[in-house]
């Protein structure tokens, strides 16, 4: 049987930053560092860059993340083996900064998937031989300010019809195949429908284990076609001030590989950079909350039309926020808009339906995909 752990986020900014930097990875993990250790394989979400003095970002929505490259001792000596980069940060200072970051890992030992110098090497497979068995890693992002070009660096993107082409033509060469998809609605413990309808896809199309990052909050998991699929893990390690519990709690995920595509799996449930320093197991009364919250969710997803219904009205609480986004609306008027929603009488209804049709149809959709990587290029 082949142990592998998978965690989370990782962000060591705030209070971890200087443990990260010395590399003290005791400190950092505290009761969770055996269980890196024990296992055959360990591989976590690389959620920032690693980076020189002076760093400049590119220009983007969102925060851009870098911390010193000194920060790679923490990862290194906490027995993690590799660092998925499909995510919405790889490229937040540039070309420079991913190559730098995956130089850092390369010299401290830590390999790399999900990112690369184009689209091809990007989406390439990692395969491991462990025990006998060929277990491979796939990294998937969504597309926000970080995915490849055929000819520039980036991460790997969500593209159903490549990743079907992808898995047809190297089935043979693993025996398992784990999935890193980063992806979803933040701060939301529960899958959208699309996210829930491509998660099924791949576990019908072949991956053996999903895992869906990103959402910086617990989530919850449910079995399709034989897979376990987990809609959310939370951050493993990005302290942040004034956080609510959601952003300090995780799972770290272990999955016991038996025979060809089959795996069972339990979870290490913690919290980070609470009360205590850096992460700590959860015990007592706050576990049991903790597992009865995480399998009320899982049971709950699986009632008809929940994803949908829940999904439509998390949407109509969002609703003043996106039409500003939409619009561009600097912070005051996004502001003002959540309060006195006055996008329902400043725009017309013509108006509205041409900005429905502009984002809503694909070739509308095409046109300004190419006209923005255009004036990024």
């Known amino acids: 049987m082949v142990d592998i752990i ?36 360990a591989i976590v979400n690389l959620e920032c860059a690693l980076l020189p003095d002076s760093p400049r970002p590119i220009l983007k929505d969102g925060p851009a993340l870098g911390v010193p490259q000194d920060c790679i001792y923490g990862i290194k000596n906490a027995d993690i083996n590799f660092v998925n980069m499909a995510n919405n940060h790889c490229m937040d200072f540039g070309t420079e900064g991913i190559k730098i970051t995956i130089e850092t890992c390369q010299k401290g030992g830590i390999g790399y998937f999900g990112a690369g110098r184009n689209l091809a090497e990007a989406g390439k497979l990692l395969i491991k031989e462990i025990k006998g068995k060929r277990i491979a890693f796939l990294g998937i992002a969504e597309h926000e300010f970080s995915i490849a070009g055929p000819n520039s660096w980036g991460a790997n ?21 784990l999935v890193l998809f980063h992806g979803g609605k933040e701060h939301y ?36 076609n034989g897979a376990p699929i987990f809609y959310g893990q939370g951050n493993l390690i990005f302290d942040k001030k004034n956080s609510p519990l959601s952003w300090r709690e995780g799972f770290l995920i272990r999955l016991n590989i038996k025979s060809y595509g089959q795996c069972d799996f339990d979870l290490i449930p913690y919290t980070q950079f609470g009360e205590r320093f850096g992460v700590n197991r959860l015990s007592g009364r706050e576990l049991e909350r903790f597992n009865e919250q995480f399998d009320s969710r899982s049971r709950t997803i699986l009632e008809p039309n929940f994803v949908t219904d829940n999904w439509e009205a998390y949407c109509r609480e969002q609703k003043y926020t996106y039409l500003s986004r939409l619009h561009g609306h600097s912070r005051f008027f996004r502001v003002l808009n959540r309060k006195s929603h006055f996008t329902d009488w400043l725009y017309s209804s013509k108006k509205r339906t041409m900005l429905r049709n502009v984002v809503e149809c694909e070739t509308h959709r095409e046109v300004l995909e190419t006209l923005w990587r255009r004036l990024e290029a």
């Open 6 to 41: 998978v965690g989370g986020d990782v962000c060591p900014i705030g209070r971890a930053l200087p443990a990260f930097m010395n590399g003290n990875a005791i400190s950092i993990f505290n009761d969770t560092l055996q269980a890196f250790r024990d296992s055959d394989l």
């Open 157 to 177: 993107p969500l593209d159903l019809i490549t990743l079907v082409r992808h898995i047809k033509s190297i089935r043979n060469t693993y025996d398992f195949l």
């Open 189 to 224: 413990p529960f899958p959208t429908p699309k996210q829930m309808e491509t998660c099924r896809f791949m576990a019908e199309l072949g991956a053996n284990a999903i895992i869906c990052q990103h959402s910086h909050c617990p989530g919850c998991y449910e079995i399709h």
